[in-house]
């Protein structure tokens, strides 16, 4: 039967459906995948035939097992896309979706890659891919492999049921659905159990890859043994499909040329995959478009994307993943609240072994949330999730607007947990608000839950809100630094520090007296203050650091990463940064200096380059602690990437001069070298190179010990310089 003659065919099924109920056509759906089943076994045996085998062109046999993939696959799809109602059949789409996954499976096993594209080792034992090499009917020449001659594909088994003559008849894949359903007349049992007789064993690789994905794949009759014992249907009747498709294949090749038939069979342009030898996939029909076909509540259809989405290889033209981001730019209110279910599923997903699923549905939430982003926004607060929280923080910083919004709805709310939301997203969404109309929100937003005595614990968030709001900051600003400076978490920093502007004063007095509080240096202040540009306050903080450090000098590391921030403000925080660290390279301890030491050397970005530059100039130009000096050495050989090699070289070898003054720094920069050279290559092979370019420079620095060290971990040859008499004195130290 030609292929355009489907549709009376899918008629008949549904009509099927109609008068004698579900599982009937439960039965012959079951039926016709488990056709696609065999095939796909089929397929994976063939693929790993001899060499010989591999290398001939298409066959008749080729041609009719593609006809029957297709049937099978396309009246599977046709029927399940056109029920009124799909539920009922969810045992048939379990066993698809199982069916799927194990082809996958199957596919990776035959390949011989695992799913991170990983060489794996064949799963068939040598002497299983031996036996069927040897039971395998051999082709050579013009042969052709062994006519068992057990029947036709429409035939009946012994035993069964009369047979129907409807209009799938000629169909080569499930003629015995085809046939019932099509004439009416019922086949019992037969075509449950497809066998794997006249092809050789089947692939036990195959085998067990099926078995490993679910239940469904474990129900396909097991390989026959090397006596070609075939399995038996519920009903006892034998069905022997390979023998089948040979028998039909030489009725076919008996009445007309193959090429002929080919033409009949597989129109120009149709199905060229199917075609193809060794592409003949009975599962590849059944894309996204079909799961979004079915008529099926949105959870249900969810969770059986959720399956197919971790069994996916990746490869096909539109990946399962794609079509469940289709559906979500199509009806994202419906779909959202469905993909935060997945946030618990910590499944790898077989195409992308370092993602999983919760990730790849936080993904995708995230690249399609302009849908309807307010909607999104109340699905992830819902789903009270981790990672719904990670994505609401993403939003309020790429879409603060649009938390803003939020905020106000979860203030006003009488849900507890939506005032907290509130109170945390609002407090993230601030720094980045910029419209009026953002501000106003926030602002309603606080001062709603300001009213609400009960909510005490989120009023330290609300004032921080408050304060930021240029309107509400002289009313609110005097309780705000009395909390912040009670140590009160919520009332942040930069809460604070956005008040300095307008009020200096006031904002610099409270830094200063949570900085002269004992215990723990507040890093996080120091930090905050670096992000000042504006002149006047600028210049302020400067001072108030420098009497920080003056006081406290155990903090000299988190005054040094304030002077790192600052410095990445650009050219115009030289006016503020130079005569601060100017002064501290002058005065400043070694506990300080060596902390300014980690800084300088470090080449940091363009921005900050030219600047680090002159300052660390300042510091060589009048250091001598080698503690200081060892520190600027070992930031040098760790970040030297970021400066030419030649730039590198000349400020090592600076160093080198200003530590070979005295016998302690000269032992301690051979050392230093020593140690570095041995936690990285690259690093010996430069100092070796530089060695070797100019032996007697480098001699005077470097003693003979730790010399012939660094030479010997770069693997090179010690270049033979001739040392001056008052180097010889140089102190060897390995």
């Not at 979860?410 to 849900?415: C, F, I, L």
Request: glycine share 10%; aromatic share 4%.
């Amino acid at each position: 039967m030609p292929r355009y003659r489907i549709g009376p065919v899918v008629q008949a099924l549904l009509r099927l459906g109609r008068q004698r109920g579900t599982a009937e056509l439960t039965r012959r759906l079951t039926e016709l995948i488990r056709v696609c089943q065999y095939f796909e076994r089929l397929e994976a045996t063939r693929q790993r035939t001899t060499a010989a085998d591999a290398a001939d062109g298409p066959s008749v046999r080729d041609e009719a097992v593609a006809d029957a993939v297709w049937w099978a696959s396309q009246l599977t799809a046709e029927v399940l896309t056109r029920v009124p109602d799909a539920e009922p059949y969810a045992d048939v789409l379990r066993r698809l979706v199982d069916c799927i996954g194990a082809t996958e499976a199957q596919r990776r096993a035959s390949s011989g890659t695992g799913p991170a594209g990983v060489a794996v080792a064949d799963p068939a034992p040598a002497a299983s891919r031996a036996a069927t090499a040897a039971e395998a009917p051999g082709r050579r020449g013009d042969e052709r492999p062994a006519d068992h001659g057990v029947g036709t594909l429409g035939e009946e088994p012994s035993g069964s049921g009369g047979a129907g003559d409807g209009a799938a008849g000629a169909a080569t894949a499930g003629a015995g659905a085809g046939n019932a359903a099509a004439g009416g007349a019922a086949h019992g049992d037969a075509g449950a159990g497809w066998g794997f007789a006249a092809h050789g064993p089947a692939s036990r690789a195959g085998a067990s890859a099926v078995s490993s994905w679910g239940d469904a794949a474990g129900a396909v009759p097991a390989a026959p043994s090397a006596a070609g014992a075939v399995p038996s249907v519920p009903g006892g009747h034998p069905v022997h499909v390979a023998q089948a498709v040979s028998s039909a294949e030489t009725r076919w090749q008996a009445s007309s040329p193959a090429s002929e038939k080919a033409g009949d069979h597989h129109p120009a342009g149709e199905d060229r995959a199917l075609r193809s030898v060794g592409r003949s996939r009975a599962f590849d029909v059944f894309g996204a478009w079909f799961w979004r076909g079915l008529a099926l509540p949105a959870e249900a259809r969810m969770e059986l994307f959720r399956c197919l989405v971790v069994a996916e290889s990746g490869r096909g033209e539109q990946r399962y993943l794609d079509g469940v981001a289709e559906w979500l730019r199509d009806e994202p209110r419906v779909v959202q609240p469905l993909l935060t279910g997945w946030f618990g599923d910590r499944r790898a997903l077989r195409s992308a072994p370092e993602a999983t699923v919760a990730r790849a549905a936080q993904a995708l939430l995230h690249t399609h949330r302009h849908g309807a982003i307010d909607d999104l926004t109340e699905a992830l607060v819902g789903c009270a999730h981790p990672l719904g929280d990670e994505l609401l923080g993403a939003l309020a910083e790429d879409e603060p607007s649009a938390m803003c919004r939020a905020v106000d709805r979860w203030a006003h709310d009488e849900r507890p947990e939506r005032r907290v939301a509130a109170a945390a997203y609002g407090v993230r969404a601030a720094p980045r608000a910029r419209s009026e109309a953002d501000h106003s929100l926030l602002r309603y937003a606080a001062l709603a839950l300001l009213a609400r005595p009960a909510d005490c614990t989120l009023h330290g968030s609300a004032l921080a809100l408050l304060v930021r709001d240029p309107v509400s900051r002289d009313r609110y600003l005097e309780l705000a630094l009395t909390r912040f400076e009670a140590g009160d978490p919520q009332v942040t920093a930069g809460a604070i520090a956005a008040a300095l502007p307008t009020h200096p004063d006031e904002v610099l007095a409270a830094f200063r007296r949570r900085l002269a509080e004992p215990g723990p240096v507040p890093g996080d202040l120091l930090r905050t203050l670096a992000g000042v540009t504006t002149h006047s306050p600028a210049r302020r903080v400067a001072v108030l650091v420098q009497d920080f450090l003056a006081a406290r000098p155990e903090a000299a590391g988190e005054a040094a990463a304030y002077i790192d921030a600052g410095l990445e403000q650009g050219p115009h925080a030289r006016v503020v940064l130079h005569p601060l660290v100017s002064g501290l390279i002058r005065g400043g301890p070694v506990r300080i200096r060596a902390a300014l030491a980690g800084v300088l050397a470090d080449p940091g970005t363009p921005v900050s380059g030219e600047l680090r530059g002159e300052l660390l100039e300042l510091l060589l130009g009048t250091e001598q602690d080698p503690v200081v000096l060892d520190v600027v050495l070992c930031v040098l050989a760790a970040r030297r990437a970021g400066r030419s090699p030649a730039a590198t070289c000349a400020l090592v070898r600076r160093t080198g001069r200003l530590l070979v003054r005295t016998p302690e720094g000269a032992g301690r920069f051979d050392r230093r070298l020593v140690d570095l050279a041995r936690g990285d290559a690259d690093l010996a092979r430069t100092v070796a190179q530089w060695i070797a370019d100019a032996p007697q420079e480098w001699a005077a620095l470097v003693g003979p010990s730790a010399r012939r060290t660094i030479v010997n971990l770069a693997g090179a040859e010690e270049t033979p310089a001739v040392v001056a008499g008052g180097v010889a004195g140089r102190p060897a130290v390995v």
